[in-house]
């Protein structure tokens, strides 16, 4: 049986909780494939806040299993933290042996180089997310499997030190004591080692097997994607659906239904291109009824209008069946909402995403607003300026919005035949 996929299809933070948590319901397996605890959202159950960064959200769901994949960088520290909030993991969550671990140097790395990098900083989370990347790339990485045997992976990473002594100097980075790494490692061999498996044995027996439905959970958004994001303002990861195949270890006929998530506008935190971004009191307006600050970093998100031709460019890249379309509600009382249909580009007017999209100019067209959408759950129920704006994000997208949310609450969700 394929696996279904979630992505995100602007600059992450689409809503991609709410869906995951509604969803998770329906599946046995849900798996994350990229990204780390760059990642986040709040999930209130029964009144207790649960915050995830790492752990999928089919935790939520006392019968799914949840699976970290290789794609995912884990960081120990973090992981452990959140793992707190759960009485009985076992059998519920499993790490694949390959997922590279993030340290206390990375996270430093990814410091230091924003302070270097000045007016140009990239606006990371300072997770470590990118150095760690890189170090998988250069192969001077380790994997979580890799706690299988704490005194040869002490002594990789002591080597590291040594033989990058200069770079780690200039970054003003002093190296870990060879003890207290030893203490942590042994820490991290205890507490995670029972979670460790080879996840994609185990999915592709699943998948064989096919009497479990499987879920896959996209981190961040396509337009942070490493090689068709808006690079270099973009996260270290194949944030796209393809990224499910290399994460997990998937073919790519293994993925079945892909479901693009949206927002009703746009938001972006960090720096990098943002063509739709309105600076003015509108998007402070946006900032506010949307309550768009992070819930990884607490920063203030840019807002602006919804870019067709971004989420169109999305759409074929992650080759969405479906939309479902987020915070409709928070565009309630808004008198006029725009929508960027194409761009100028060199003097042209173009309705594609150049490579270069810091020139472009949005072209926008301008839709009635409409009073309130909150908490509506049935598509009769929308004022019809709600239902034609749906509509014509459906044209410029090409592309079907299955999923309409009116609020934060499970409940408030608008699902169309
Ligand atoms: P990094 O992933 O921490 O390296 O950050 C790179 C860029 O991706 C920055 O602009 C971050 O703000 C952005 N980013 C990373 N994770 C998320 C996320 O989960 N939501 C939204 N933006 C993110």
Known sequence: MAADLIVGIQWGDEGKGKIVDLLAQQYDIVCRYQGGHNAGHTIVVDGKTIALHLIPSGILNPKATNIIGNGVVVSPEALLKEMEQFEDLDGRLLISDKAHLIFKYHEQIDRAKERLRGKNAIGTTGRGIGPAYSDKVSRQGHRIGELRDIDTLLAKIIDYFKANEAYFKALGITPPKEEELRTELELYRQKLLPFVVDATNYLWENMEQGEHKILLEGAQGTMLDIDHGTYPYVTSSNTIAAGACTGLGL???????????????????????????????????????????????????????????????????????????????????????????????????????????????????????????????????????????????????????????????????????
């Open 251 to 417: 073919a790519p006929k293994d993925i079945g239904k892909v479901t693009g998530i949206a927002k009703a506008y746009c938001t972006r935190v960090g720096n990098g291109p943002f063509p739709t971004e309105e600076l003015g009191p509108l998007g402070d307006r946006l900032r506010e009824q949307g309550h768009e600050f992070g819930t990884t970093t607490g920063r203030p998100r840019r807002c602006g209008w919804f870019d067709a031709v971004a989420a169109k460019y999305a759409c074929r890249l992650n080759g969405c069946d479906e939309l479902a379309l987020m915070k409709l509600d928070v565009l309630d009382g808004f008198e006029k909402i725009k929508v960027a249909t194409a761009y100028e580009y060199e003097g042209e007017r173009i309705d594609y995403v150049p490579s270069d999209l810091e020139n472009v100019t949005p072209v926008y067209v301008e839709f009635d607003g409409w009073d309130k959408v909150e908490g509506i759950k049935r598509w009769d129920d929308l004022p019809i300026e709600a239902q034609r704006y749906i509509q014509a994000l459906e044209d410029l997208t090409q592309t079907k919005i299955g999923i309409v949310s009116t609020s934060p609450d499970r409940a408030d969700t608008i699902i169309r035949k």
